[in-house]
């Protein structure tokens, strides 16, 4: 349906109060405004996820809208955002919001509640466009999507929506199926409340097939690969949770946008590590990493993050 073109082949019509300046796209090829060791270290990351996209994925399908439910579209700016739960959405919206002007009179992102970062129909996705908008939008804006450790950011997903109190829509929505049909003998406060899932029932629930033949993943545990479609997709920037600030930093640098609003400093110190993931991981048999692993594998292999060295199937 949408016929996606390199990403530096044409810089599409944009409004006209945008003509005299340089589109993202245009300073991102061109080159000259963002110190060259940032630029070879993306330069790199995008050759890296081209080469594992020809040689992990077989055939190329074509775009649909449901694909793009996930892309956030700035149109003054010219930027489509691929945003992927855990992996400083959250932030990342409020930014977005700034920029496109939705957030009123707040100017510092972090002004903006977190829960009114999510609500729908604040920021536009790129799904609600028409094909031909669709198109002229993947050719001449920059897209950008930021990515995590594939199991750093599974244990985050975990932590936050089944060991936090306050998260009881979780609990009753799939907390409840969790434990109805991977504990043996649950209480029935358990099957009641579903607020006291294990991470390894959540991996079981995880690797059962039955989970995915009945509905896809929810969006804190499905794939970037499946949310994102970065073989379908060319990004031009892959922004790593490992390197948020300096990542962040070089997309508002290419927006020209840098003087009018600032990515949030990460002040969490609760934040989810790898050594943290290890501890999760402890008690996982190795035939059920091998499986989790084995679903994860495409985020792992596309956005060049190595197997856990604390994995015991290696």
């Given at each position: 349906?949408?016929?996606?073109?390199a990403?530096s082949?044409?810089?599409?019509?944009?409004?006209?109060?945008?003509?005299?300046?340089?589109?993202?796209?245009q300073?991102?090829?061109?080159?000259?405004?963002?110190?060259?060791?940032?630029?070879?270290?993306?330069?790199?990351?995008?050759?890296?996820l081209?080469?594992?996209?020809?040689?992990?994925?077989?055939?190329?399908?074509?775009?649909?809208?449901?694909?793009?439910?996930?892309?956030?579209?700035?149109?003054q700016?010219?930027l489509?955002?691929?945003?992927?739960?855990?992996?400083?959405c959250?932030?990342?919206?409020?930014?977005?919001?700034?920029?496109?002007?939705?957030?009123?009179?707040?100017?510092?992102?972090?002004?903006?509640?977190?829960?009114?970062?999510?609500?729908p129909?604040n920021?536009?996705?790129?799904?609600?466009?028409?094909?031909?908008?669709?198109?002229?939008?993947?050719?001449?804006?920059l897209?950008?999507?930021?990515?995590?450790?594939?199991?750093?950011?599974?244990?985050?997903?975990?932590?936050?929506?089944?060991?936090?109190s306050?998260?009881?829509?979780?609990?009753?929505?799939?907390g409840?199926?969790?434990?109805?049909?991977?504990?043996?003998?649950?209480?029935?406060?358990?099957?009641?409340?579903?607020?006291?899932?294990?991470?390894?029932?959540?991996?079981?629930?995880?690797?059962?097939?039955?989970?995915?033949?009945?509905?896809?993943?929810?969006?804190?545990?499905?794939?970037?690969?499946?949310?994102?479609?970065p073989?379908?997709?060319?990004?031009?920037?892959?922004?790593k949770?490992?390197?948020?600030e300096?990542d962040?930093?070089?997309?508002?640098?290419?927006?020209?946008?840098?003087d009018?609003?600032?990515?949030?400093?990460?002040?969490?110190s609760?934040?989810?590590?790898?050594d943290?993931?290890?501890?999760?991981?402890?008690n996982?048999?190795?035939?059920y990493?091998?499986?989790?692993?084995?679903?994860?594998?495409?985020?792992?292999?596309?956005?060049?993050?190595?197997?856990?060295?604390?994995?015991?199937?290696?």
């Open positions: 349906m949408f016929s996606i073109s990403a082949e044409s810089v599409g019509e944009r409004s006209s109060e945008q003509k005299s300046r340089r589109s993202p796209l300073t991102l090829y061109d080159g000259d405004q963002v110190e060259s060791a940032v630029q070879a270290i993306h330069q790199g990351r995008r050759e890296l081209e080469e594992a996209c020809r040689s992990y994925t077989r055939k190329r399908r074509v775009l649909i809208p449901e694909d793009l439910k996930h892309v956030i579209v700035d149109d700016h010219g489509l955002y691929c945003y992927v739960p855990k992996v400083a959250t932030n990342w919206k409020r930014v977005l919001m700034v920029l496109t002007g939705v957030s009123g009179p707040h100017r510092d992102p972090l002004a903006i509640p977190a829960n009114e970062a999510h609500v129909g920021l536009r996705t790129l799904s609600e466009y028409s094909t031909s908008q669709i198109n002229q939008r993947l050719r001449s804006y897209k950008f999507v930021f990515v995590r450790e594939p199991f750093e950011r599974l244990v985050s997903a975990y932590r936050n929506k089944f060991t936090r306050y998260n009881t829509a979780f609990h009753k929505r799939y409840t199926k969790i434990v109805r049909r991977h504990r043996p003998d649950p209480q029935p406060e358990a099957l009641e409340r579903g607020n006291d899932v294990s991470f390894e029932e959540f991996v079981y629930y995880l690797v059962d097939p039955a989970t995915q033949r009945e509905e896809p993943f929810n969006e804190h545990w499905e794939r970037v690969h499946s949310l994102c479609h073989c379908l997709i060319h990004y031009d920037v892959v922004g949770y490992e390197t948020l300096q962040s930093r070089y997309v508002l640098q290419l927006a020209g946008v840098e009018q609003v600032s990515f949030p400093a990460s002040s969490k609760t934040r989810t590590t790898g943290m993931a290890a501890q999760f991981f402890h996982i048999s190795p035939f990493q091998k499986k989790l692993y084995n679903l994860y594998r495409m985020d792992f292999l596309l956005f060049n993050y190595s197997i856990p060295a604390y994995l015991k199937f290696r």
